[in-house]
């Protein structure tokens, strides 16, 4: 994995040395963990067990997370990863994106997802990229929708949620066929 670096944010790849820069940004934070597919950490511990969850998937080649640092204030607000990593079939999804409130509606996401797009369709050579998000978090449909990804449809009862309610997706998506000109309006917006 790479560091990318763009003009908002540095995507460095995860480490355990992260976890106390994360904690501190992010735990005990209900509402900035209220659409994750996991509990809110309370503590260093659960802050601990979620990332090296991630690293365990990372090593099975699953995932590739990257810890979200702000440019210039030079900590670190967030993670972001690549997941449903399908090689053969060249598509990826970029999700498990979380962000400290402070940084909510501001360049980061643009920025962050403008790296990862990048990586995705023109260093790693993917044909599609997904992103999903809950059917109840409008803020991250929104999001999504501002990056230029097209709605898919609804998968019904995807997942389970921390709180053990069904979680229904919607699905978007970015082809590599799109990516010239998603990316044109990303630049545009990002100067």
Known sequence: MNTLVGSAVRLEPLTTHHTQALFAQLGNDVEAWRWMLVATPTSLEEMSTILNRYLEEYAAGTRQPYAVVHLES?????????????????TVEIGSTIYAR????????????????????????????TLKTDNLNR?????????????EGVHRAEKVRPDGTLRDSMYYSILKSEWTDVKARLEKVLT
Do not use: P
């Open 139 to 151: 803020r991250s449909q929104v999001a999504i929708e501002r990056l230029g990804a097209t709605f």
């Open 74 to 90: 030079d900590r670190v607000i967030g993670t972001t990863s690549f997941l449903d990593i399908r090689r053969t079939d060249r």
């Open 102 to 129: 402070e940084f909510w509606r501001t360049e980061v996401n643009t920025g962050a997802k403008f790296l990862l797009l990048t990586e995705a369709f023109e260093v790693q050579g993917y044909n599609r990229v």
